[in-house]
């Protein structure tokens, strides 16, 4: 036997969505908090002093959280190849304003203490305030546009033609899953503020993150029923071949109200995700509120799991809809890479991600505590 052979296509294919949805998460919960900190920082830190402080809650940590996104992109390019052909050309716009944000924060950490000037200072505070307010938002909007399918399509020829627009993006369902993203990571970075500051700053980002909280329930709720009643899902037309080819056009798809809701049907645990995306945001809030410290981070990470969760359930076995070519819509089981390549990715996963976790845990318990006024102006500890 053949050692690839070991796993069927079908199981490497679904094993693959999982880790995709795995890496997703890592992103959301680690770096999550860091964006939201930059999106924070001119609403809870008023003087240098209290804004240096909130820079160096995530200063030590945000390098190590982004590797998450790095892996969740290597994983599309290599498991999942048309959806990262699609994906990346077709939000070709998108993806360059969330990698200029992104590029804004390690030179804003870099530079913005190498003068006394209140203007440099203030200019690069507005820059770390854009590197986690950008992608906090685009993220939401790109996946609002998923959910209701995307304008592309394949030639018989297998070339790819997409056929939107950048503001053709910015449509109110997108707009409002964009709120619930940042509304999500604001919530989650005020958490984390809870849990590395004391005074001001911390009550602050208590207030904050109780609002967050609670438009992230009010948010997720609109975004519910807008699915629900207000657009259309995609099921697939005939019998899904599992362990086929990784040809899109060898199927069919359609439209249909409702599709969405199909899956919480047929398998009623699924539900699990949605009712963990609102009470772990209302656990936030209400923990928030009553001076807890460690236990709203929990159930930030909790909510951001459960509404990720509940778009990956809901389109399983979609992963990016055509809206004008149904036909099109990459599957799990149409748009992933060989069998054997599957396989060795997989093998190579399994060694190297335990690896990544622990040397993740181990640097937490590392910068484990508080950061204050001493600390940031100590300079054997390197403060930003």
């Not at 362990?243 to 409702?258: R, S």
């Amino acid at each position: 036997m053949i050692l690839h052979e070991l796993l069927d296509y079908d199981t490497l294919r679904i094993i693959w969505w999982l880790l995709l949805g795995i890496l997703l998460l890592g992103f959301a919960v680690t770096d999550g908090f860091d964006l939201g900190v930059g999106t924070l920082l001119p609403f809870v830190a008023r003087t240098d002093v209290e804004r240096r402080i909130v820079i160096n809650t995530i200063g030590p940590i945000w390098e190590g959280n982004q590797v998450w996104l790095i892996l969740g992109g290597g994983a599309i390019f290599a498991a999942w190849p048309p959806l990262y052909a699609v994906s990346f050309s077709g939000f070709y716009l998108a993806m360059f304003a969330i990698l200029m944000a992104l590029i804004l924060r390690p030179v804003g950490f870099k530079y913005r203490s190498k003068r006394e000037s209140a203007r440099w200072r203030n200019n690069w505070d507005r820059a770390l305030f854009i590197g986690g307010f950008v992608p906090s938002l685009i993220f939401g909007v790109a996946v609002g546009n998923v959910l209701q399918g995307v304008p592309f399509r394949f030639a018989d020829d297998m070339r790819i033609f997409y056929e939107g627009s950048f503001f053709g993006l910015l449509n109110p369902f997108a707009l409002a899953c964009g709120l619930l993203s940042l509304a999500m990571f604001v919530m989650h970075g005020a958490a984390w503020l809870v849990l590395k500051t004391n005074g001001e700053i911390a009550e602050r980002a208590r207030r904050f993150g109780a609002t967050a909280a609670l438009a992230v329930i009010l948010l997720f709720a609109l975004a519910g029923l807008w699915v629900s009643f207000g657009m259309d899902g995609y099921v697939l037309v005939g019998p899904a071949v599992t362990d086929g080819p990784a040809n899109p056009l060898l199927k069919d798809a359609a439209p249909q109200a409702g599709a969405w809701l199909a899956n919480y049907a047929l398998h009623p645990w699924t539900v699990i995700a949605p009712i963990l995306g609102f009470a772990g945001a209302a656990a936030s809030w209400l923990l928030l509120r009553s001076r807890r410290e460690v236990i709203p981070l929990l159930f930030s990470k909790l909510s951001i799991i459960g509404i990720i969760s509940t778009v990956g359930l809901s389109m399983f076995p979609f992963i990016l809809p055509s809206s004008i070519d149904p036909r099109s819509s990459l599957t799990v089981w149409d748009a992933s890479s060989s069998h054997m390549t599957l396989f060795i990715m997989l093998v190579g996963t399994g060694i190297f991600l335990p690896l990544i976790v622990a040397y993740t845990a181990w640097v937490y318990r590392v910068l484990w505590g508080k950061v204050d006024e001493e600390s940031v102006s100590d300079k054997n500890k390197h403060a930003y």
